[in-house]
T-cell receptor
Framework: GAGVSQSPSNKVTEKGKDVELRCDPISGHTALYWYRQSLGQGLEFLIYFQGNSAPDKSGLPSDRFSAERTGGSVSTLTIQRTQQEDSAVYLC?????????????FGPGTRLLVL | GDSVTQMEGPVTLSEEAFLTINCTYTATGYPSLFWYVQYPGEGLQLLLKATKADDKGSNKGFEATYRKETTSFHLEKGSVQVSDSAVYFCALVNQAGTALIFGKGTTLSVSS
């Protein structure tokens, strides 16, 4: 079946602009996660959604970052007033359910470059 | 807080050599443990996992055993191939099941 998809695959923007990154999880997966992969920081958790529950936003680095998940499916990560340190690969993952044993399936990522 | 420590790379091996990549963790309780792999130009994918102490995860000739006594989950393969060249990440799930916590990654390069 189809895996996790993300768009765009690459995004180049100017400092100060807003960007939106999209994630389509695997159909039927109730849990959705965003991570960031950068050279300096490795892989970092950003935010987690599970069904209609309040998201876990504990990993968001600043209030310039926000995310939503509409209809329990597609998710959008928004970065406002982008900074050069936001340059990274943004990864989305989904899992069938929430829980410590669940396997997360990752999308190919969106590579963001802030000039 | 929870954390994962894995050996620094890069690891450079000849084909058919034995591979060990060390991984240790700090966590509350006994979290599920994972190895993810990122091949050049591809996304992260699950290699293997273990959900409780003494479990052995295995896949594609790779193995790792969950050792609670030493809080370790070392990755091993008896005979590596050039196609195993990739970045390997050890990870655990936090107790709430809301996030994976990753090690820094170990780059493996296998030459023929």
């Amino acid at each position: 079946g189809a895996g996790v998809s993300q768009s765009p695959s690459n995004k180049v923007t100017e400092k100060g602009k807003d960007v939106e990154l999209r994630c389509d999880p695997i159909s039927g997966h109730t849990a959705l996660y965003w991570y960031r992969q950068s050279l300096g920081q490795g892989l970092e958790f950003l935010i987690y959604f599970q069904g209609n529950s309040a998201p876990d936003k504990s990993g968001l680095p600043s209030d310039r970052f926000s995310a939503e998940r509409t209809g329990g499916s597609v998710s959008t990560l928004t970065i406002q007033r982008t900074q050069q340190e936001d340059s990274a690969v943004y990864l989305c993952a989904s899992s069938l359910n929430r829980g410590p044993r669940e396997t997360q399936y990752f999308g190919p990522g969106t590579r963001l470059l802030v000039l | 807080g929870d954390s994962v420590t894995q050996m620094e790379g890069p690891v450079t091996l000849s084909e058919e050599a034995f591979l060990t990549i060390n991984c240790t963790y700090t966590a509350t309780g006994y979290p599920s443990l994972f190895w993810y792999v990122q091949y050049p130009g591809e996304g992260l994918q699950l290699l293997l996992k273990a959900t409780k102490a003494d479990d052995k995860g295995s896949n594609k000739g790779f193995e790792a055993t969950y050792r609670k006594e030493t809080t370790s989950f070392h990755l091993e393969k008896g005979s590596v191939q050039v196609s195993d060249s990739a970045v390997y990440f050890c990870a655990l799930v936090n107790q709430a099941g809301t996030a994976l916590i990753f090690g820094k990654g170990t780059t493996l390069s296998v030459s023929s």
